[in-house]
Nanobody, 126 residues
Framework: QVQLVETGGGSVQAGDSLRLSCVFT????????MAWFRQVPGRGREFVSN????????HIASAVQGRFTISREKGKNTVYLEMNSLKSEDTGVYYC???????????????????WGQGIQVTVSP
């Protein structure tokens, strides 16, 4: 069964750090581009960052640039999101996403990703 499994969420104080992990299981031969999105109640799913299979191309949202870093295991469909200097506005459900293509345009659109995880809660207290 193909699925994305996120781990590493939790509750922290503003200024703290967290590291999210996501593993794509099932079809280990696939070479996937992977991404992170987040969602708060009442708002749509917001792009955070994405990375290509080789790990040498990324995009990152301006709201988290300089604080969050996406990376991946070489040769594996495993992606990480290192989140530093967390703010209360970073609170939300974080979703891992994946697709066969790494889009250079409209990479922030949820429609570009064929696989989604269940989401993991990140709560940052002021």
């Amino acid at each position: 069964q193909v699925q994305l499994v996120e781990t590493g969420g939790g509750s922290v104080q503003a200024g703290d750090s967290l590291r999210l992990s996501c593993v794509f299981t099932g079809e280990t031969s696939r070479r996937l581009a992977m991404a992170w999105f987040r969602q708060v109640p009442g708002r749509g799913r917001e792009f955070v960052s994405n990375i290509n299979w080789n790990g040498d191309r990324t995009h990152i949202a301006s709201a988290v640039q300089g604080r969050f870093t996406i990376s991946r295991e070489k040769g594996k469909n495993t992606v990480y999101l290192e989140m530093n200097s967390l703010k209360s506005e970073d609170t939300g459900v974080y979703y891992c996403a994946a697709d066969s293509y790494f889009y250079s345009e409209y990479y922030f659109a949820t429609s570009k990703y064929g696989y989604w995880g269940q989401g993991i809660q990140v709560t940052v207290s002021p």
